[in-house]
């Protein structure tokens, strides 16, 4: 039972509140627990004070302890609020802190691509975004209202006791009971289901896809304008056909719940009426009792309530999280003292018999792989998309670790590597590289390098004169200029040179050139592999004709090598890569000038 309890996200979330801020957490259930107390502590200073008027005593005692419990009450309320927001502030920072470095620290990307672990990274990245529901310092202040109607009401009875036993029974049965009425057609119940969420996230989608330039020019020319709409106006309508359908469940429950409602608090009234009347109530205690009888009814407004549920759910995720990130973005520990990876690779590059498939997916992307590079040489890795040319890459840059096999550089496996160490000698250029809204000094050298490094790296990128160095590189800051999809690549390209220059042995360039034309392609391929002649060069292409001039052309298909050699040999091999060089050679040719997106006959 216990052990149940703990499990539930709300137990998580109280568990939190201290955490993020021992003393504002303290204050807010002191706050909380006080102000509940409040009206009942207000009903009886009433009666104490219409007593003493009755009986016609001192009244400087009574009234101070009305006038003290009055300000209090309105005191206290501003006072819990803003408490609640800075405590919800303080939840949110703490929530991201430990989300951030859960997803940070971790040496492999496995956790952010683990597929059992993106639900609960959706809600955690997104909770205090307000679009799931209102943000925590906001949701603070409704729990803490709920809380503090619950303990009212609750403590109106306790003291309704002194009056009679059955009457606080009666009364909070009766108010508690709208809850358990009215439970199923709650609106709160129906704020957070999957089926709403999921409601919901399609709609904002469609309302994005209207109001986001990004999507304006294939909206328009796709002709996805009513499309668009339909989707947001039809998930909108789910959205409210159910707060609909919730409304109308509560129609029969409403019924019962008033007539129970009314039945026990004429029950209670009546007695009271009939007890001052027989002379057996004085004035005072029926002021009092009457006010207590009143203020049980806020047990029916209070309770844990949706803002609960939305508060929660962020809180259970991130705790979830943070276990499971740290092994599904662990890599292995080296198997002996770790080696120094100083001027790697010296001698070779070597895969060896290396199986890798991803998490959750019992299709291996790598299987027996073998495949030599000596140190010093270029190699092009081309193709098919899905081949497992980019995996190479991650396995290369250890974002992952194989499940077989290994990687050595010059003989030693790259697991007993220090992974920092190993790291600093390689300059990579992903598909999908980060462009980082900052100056274009600190996007072609984002750790430093002096600016002539950074000029020249540039220059031979094909870059020299795109912006100053100053500039960022974003629309939207002050001087901030936009570039094209090809000019960030000639960026990424020199990030990777610049790299070179400052010492990397190993430059791996995953189809850093897929938007450039063709010829543009060639031409810089061209330029790197002269700038890089000192170092081993690994080039990914799906293009097999712009890849001619590597000192030697592995094929990749199904995750193995099936060719391998010079381009002149493999041309004479009249394999596979004689076969998609002249077919991409042939379209190319015809369309040489055009941009090269045309030309993906493969994508
Ligand atoms: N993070 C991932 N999780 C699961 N499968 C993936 C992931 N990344 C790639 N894959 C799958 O692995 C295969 C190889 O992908 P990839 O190495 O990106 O191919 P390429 O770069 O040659 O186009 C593909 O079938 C792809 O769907
Ligand atoms: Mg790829």
């Known amino acids: 039972m216990l052990r149940r309890l703990r499990q539930r996200p709300e137990w998580k979330f109280f568990g939190v509140l201290p955490r993020a801020d021992r003393g504002l957490g303290v204050a807010w259930w002191a706050l909380l627990v006080l102000r509940g107390l409040l009206p009942a502590a207000f009903a009886v200073a009433m009666g104490a004070l219409v007593g003493a008027v009755q009986r016609g005593e001192s009244l400087g005692a009574p009234l101070a302890v009305v006038g003290v419990v009055f300000v209090l009450l309105q005191v206290l309320t501003p006072i819990h609020q803003a408490i609640s927001a800075n405590l919800g502030s303080r939840v949110a920072a703490w929530l991201y802190d430990r989300l951030t470095e859960a997803c940070v620290r971790p040496p492999g990307v496995g956790h952010l691509e683990d597929p059992k672990l993106t639900s609960d990274l959706t809600v955690a990245r997104e909770f205090d975004l307000g679009m799931t529901g209102p943000p925590m310092h906001i949701n603070m202040d409704f729990i803490a209202g709920s809380l503090v109607e619950m303990i009212g009401g609750l403590a109106s009875a306790l003291v309704l006791f002194a009056y009679a036993w059955w009457a606080p029974l009666v009364l909070a049965g009766a108010w508690l009971a709208t809850h358990w009425l009215l439970r199923e057609s709650a609106v ?53 056909d159910r707060i609909y359908r ?255 220059r400052r010492g990397a042995g190993l430059v791996l360039l995953d189809e850093p050139t897929a938007q450039l034309d063709v010829r543009g392609e060639a031409e810089i391929f061209d330029r790197i592999l002269a700038a890089t002649r000192q170092a081993t060069t690994i080039l990914i292409s799906h293009r097999f004709s712009t890849v001619r001039h590597a000192d030697r052309i592995c094929v990749l298909e199904h995750g193995r090598v099936i060719e391998l050699g010079t381009h002149d040999e493999l041309i004479a091999e009249r394999g596979r890569y004689r076969t998609m060089f002249e077919l991409q050679a042939k379209r190319f040719g015809a369309t040489e000038d055009e941009e090269g997106k045309a030309y993906d006959v493969l994508a």
Not at 188 to 208: F, K
Not at 269 to 286: C, E, V
Request: hydrophobic share 50%; net charge neutral; charged share 20%.
């Open 246 to 500: 919730a409304t109308r469940l509560r129609e029969k429950p409403l019924v019962w719940s008033l007539l129970l409602l009314a039945a026990a608090n004429v029950a209670v009234f009546w007695s009271l009426a009939d007890a001052a009347a027989g002379g057996r109530l004085d004035l005072g205690h029926l002021v009092a009792y009457a006010q207590l009888a009143v203020g049980t009814s806020m047990i029916a407004f209070g309770g844990l309530n949706w803002a609960l549920d939305g508060a929660a759910a962020p809180v259970a995720a991130v705790l979830r999280l943070e276990p499971a990130m740290a092994p599904a973005g662990a890599l292995a520990a080296p198997s002996q003292t770790v080696r120094s990876a100083r001027g790697l690779p010296a001698r070779e590059i070597r895969f060896r018999n290396v199986t890798f498939a991803y998490p959750q997916s019992d299709r291996p992307v790598l299987d027996g792989f073998e495949l030599t590079i000596p140190a010093g040489s270029s190699l092009a890795i081309v193709g098919q998309n899905g081949a497992g040319k980019t995996t190479l890459a991650k396995l290369l840059c250890r974002l992952y670790d194989p499940q077989r096999g290994a990687i050595e550089v010059d003989g030693v496996d790259v697991r007993d590597l220090d992974v920092g160490a190993w790291r600093s000698r390689v300059a990579a250029v992903f598909q999908d590289f980060i462009r980082f809204e900052l100056p274009l000094r600190d996007n072609v050298a984002p750790s430093g390098a002096p600016d002539d490094a950074v000029l020249a790296a540039l220059a031979e990128a094909g870059a020299a004169g795109l912006a100053a160095l100053d500039t960022p590189l974003a629309r939207g800051y002050e001087g901030g200029t936009e570039l094209s999809g090809g000019q960030w690549q000639r960026i990424a390209l020199a990030r990777a040179l610049c790299a070179v």
């Open 188 to 240: 709160w119940h129906d704020r957070n289901t999957d089926e709403v969420r999921e409601a919901q996230r399609h709609a904002d989608y469609a309302y994005r896809l209207a109001v986001d330039p990004p999507a304006a020019k294939e909206l328009r020319l796709f002709g996805l304008a009513d499309w668009t709409v339909e989707r947001f106006t039809s998930r909108r309508k789910l959205l409210f």
